[in-house]
């Protein structure tokens, strides 16, 4: 019983070790790649165009119906 539960807590810490590793290497390459990229390719400005406002006023007039036949179907109590 001895020599199994030894075997037993051997086999779960090498597979903690192993686990530990992989995640430490993990951490390690995301930050390294991280680095690379803002290094060698830092953020450029990216142009936008401006949002426009709705100035159709048919568009307007849709809304404002549909927000109106919502309202009367589901009325707030």
Known sequence: MNDLLTA??????IGMGIVFAFLAMLVFVISSMSTFIQRFFPDMPTQHP?????????????IAAALQQYRKKYPKN
């Open 8 to 13: 037993g807590i051997e086999l779960m810490l």
């Open 50 to 62: 401006a949002r426009q406002a709705i100035d159709d006023a048919g568009v307007v007039a849709a």
